[in-house]
Nanobody, 123 residues
Framework: QVQLVESGGGLVQAGGSLRLSCAAS????????MGWFRQAPGQEREFVAA????????FYADSVKGRFTISRDNAKNTVSLQMNSLKPEDTAVYYC????????????????WGQGTQVTVSS
């Protein structure tokens, strides 16, 4: 069982930056691949970024590539999402998730989810 708690969301102007963090409970954090997803009002949840359990491989949606960076610290049981050059279309609730096995971009393959943190980017 893994419990995930996101933090770091807020209101920022376009062009600004935010850093989201996700703290995981349990001793098995390093055995999970981790992902960030987001969901805007009236839209489906979409993949943002993911990182393998080793931390050696990262993956990004085209819409955030070059602006967002995912990282993890297995010693601290945390995964982070550094978001730069934010745009109004990045406004959404952001969720971190843990996956034992599956496709990194597919939300249904993730086993555990946090409660989400709101990110609002004003124009």
């Amino acid at each position: 069982q893994v419990q995930l708690v996101e933090s770091g969301g807020g209101l920022v102007q376009a062009g600004g930056s935010l850093r989201l963090s996700c703290a995981a409970s349990g001793r098995t954090f390093s055995t999970y691949d981790m992902g960030w997803f987001r969901q805007a009002p009236g839209q489906e949840r979409e993949f943002v970024a993911a990182i393998r359990r080793s931390g050696r491989s990262t993956f990004y949606a085209d819409s955030v590539k070059g602006r967002f960076t995912i990282s993890r610290d297995n010693a601290k049981n945390t995964v982070s999402l550094q978001m730069n050059s934010l745009k109004p279309e990045d406004t959404a609730v952001y969720y971190c998730a843990a996956m034992n096995r599956g496709l990194l971009v597919r939300s249904i393959d993730y086993d555990y989810w946090g409660q989400g943190t709101q990110v609002t980017v004003s124009s």
